[in-house]
């Protein structure tokens, strides 16, 4: 006896988000920089469906020093997050640094100059 089978089920998952080349050539020429000054020593990339991250790392041991995200669209978002589809995203441990529509206005954040802080 046949068995009727639905094709959607069947079908390829949904593809990868990722840098494009362009993205991840300024995502290593700012790295270079920073490896050439001594501040950086190791990177990891991370592909998923709802994001692709550039993780940077002090000592390859250690957690991530920066994440950059590109962050993409997903179906169980809320609205609020769905604002946010193609977005980029700069993260410190924790803590959100940037977020914006284009690459180069994420980055900005680490060509800002360093300023002392006394208690």
Excluded: C
């Amino acid at each position: 006896m046949a068995t009727v089978v639905r094709l959607s089920d069947h079908r390829r998952k949904p593809p990868y988000l990722h840098f494009t080349r362009a993205e991840l050539n300024r995502l290593l020429g700012l790295y270079a920089s920073r490896v050439s000054k001594g501040e950086w020593r190791d990177y990891a990339i991370n592909l998923g469906t709802e994001a692709a991250s550039f993780m940077v790392f002090r000592h390859s041991q250690e957690n991530p020093l920066f994440v950059i995200s590109k962050v993409g669209p997903a179906k169980n978002r809320s609205k609020a997050q769905l604002a946010r589809k193609g977005q980029y995203v700069v993260h410190h441990r924790q803590k959100l640094l940037n977020q914006a529509h284009s690459l180069e206005d994420v980055l900005d954040v680490f060509n800002r100059p360093i300023r002392l802080v006394s208690v």
